[in-house]
DNA sequence: TTCATTAGTTATTGCCGTATAACTTAATCG
DNA sequence: CGATTAAGTTATACGGCAATAACTAATGAA
């Protein structure tokens, strides 16, 4: 027999594995059979560390959530508005980039239909991206930055679109390679349109 | 019992009860026995009409196809590029607003792994509506409706992004009321910011 | 009216996935 | 080093879902 592993580093596999197989099959093809089997142990070894499935999945929002409200905060490190939405949608993108299921576990339907907990946790802190980039639009605008004749929704959904279309794309062709550079590429078009300048490229 | 129904009837019927379904409680959470109910038959009614679950799916994937292709093909009854653009983009958001479960579907995995078969199909209607905006944003730059300085594949991304926005924000908060009037604004914007105008709203 | 057809039924099988119970042994600590 | 804890095992129960078999009755044509 091998060699055992304590109890924290094996719930930090299974969670990340979780991820990794949610990608491969989809969220909800994600069986505790395939956990154990990609980490060599038997199905029923799991329910040594989660009582339940839906406490795996608890566990693997929570990693989501924190990566998240990360990203969130950390643009807070810069001071011009432009700059600041340029880190909040790259971050955001990086995130797909690494946790390339993440898409597809926000759209995710809660296993136990009735609680609400499992996707609108995710769905919360993505508003939260949401908030902070409305926001610093409006800031951008009132400097002077931005067109002031462009509403500051639409704006948003604007940009917040680009991350979305990028976020589906992803879903659909699956290739986490090529997506950080057009994401990139996209997000400074975008921001070149929304921006005074008669300058582009 | 109850009225008969011809096998015509029935298998309309149930190919749009699994749309239905699909939009409520994501495509594959559909069952038989679901379909079955919600039409007042048993579970097994449904093998009358289909020898198999796979096939019911490829009669939604067979109308939603033929819907999209429809709509493509529409916007030829027109001459002046943007307009066709301004058609394509809002009869999608159209068809999303009518079958709301689209993006999940294209989204789905297939339930018979091996099988190439069902998503990729309607992936690839998808792709055509991609390529005849692609076409029409070429066809508007050198009549110099676009700015020329920007890439075509770019410009094709960021209209795209609005059909893709549109259709995580109906995969997320499922509510086609408001649906079209939104989109019906981005369209809008974008466009207008890829067009020559100094003008805005 | 009768008869073939076929949309529908009830009963049942088999598979797969979650979860539990009971047992085993590696790791840790006094 | 011996005893306790806990990570892991095998075996199994239970439920949900796709699919089939065998039977029943509505409908439409001869």
Chains 1, 2 share one sequence.
Not at 107 to 119: C, E, H, K, Q, S
Request: some cysteine; overall charge positive; proline content about 4%.
């Amino acid at each position: 027999m091998r060699t055992r592993k304590p109890a924290a580093v094996r719930k930090a596999e299974i969670t990340h594995m979780v991820l990794e197989l949610a990608f491969e099959n989809g969220p909800d093809r994600v069986t505790t059979a395939m956990i154990a089997d990609r980490l060599g142990l038997t199905q029923p070894a799991i329910y040594k560390h989660f009582p339940n499935k839906d406490d795996i999945w608890r566990s693997v929002t929570d990693l989501l959530c924190e990566r998240i409200d990360t990203n969130i905060s950390a643009a807070n490190d810069h001071h011009d508005p432009i700059v600041r939405l340029q880190c909040l949608v790259m971050g955001q993108l990086r995130l797909l980039h690494d946790y390339p299921a993440l898409p597809e576990i926000m759209v995710m339907r809660d296993p136990n239909a009735g609680t609400t907990a499992l996707r609108s946790r995710v769905l919360t802190s993505m508003g939260g991206l949401k908030d902070a980039i409305h926001k610093n639009i409006s800031q951008a605008q009132t400097q002077g930055q931005i067109h002031s004749d462009l509403d500051v929704d639409d704006c948003t959904n604007l940009l917040v679109g680009v991350v979305q279309g990028m976020a589906l794309r992803l879903l659909r062709f699956r290739e986490p390679e090529t997506f950080l550079n057009t994401g990139k590429r996209l997000l400074k078009i975008q921001l070149n349109l929304l921006t005074k300048k008669e300058e582009f490229k």
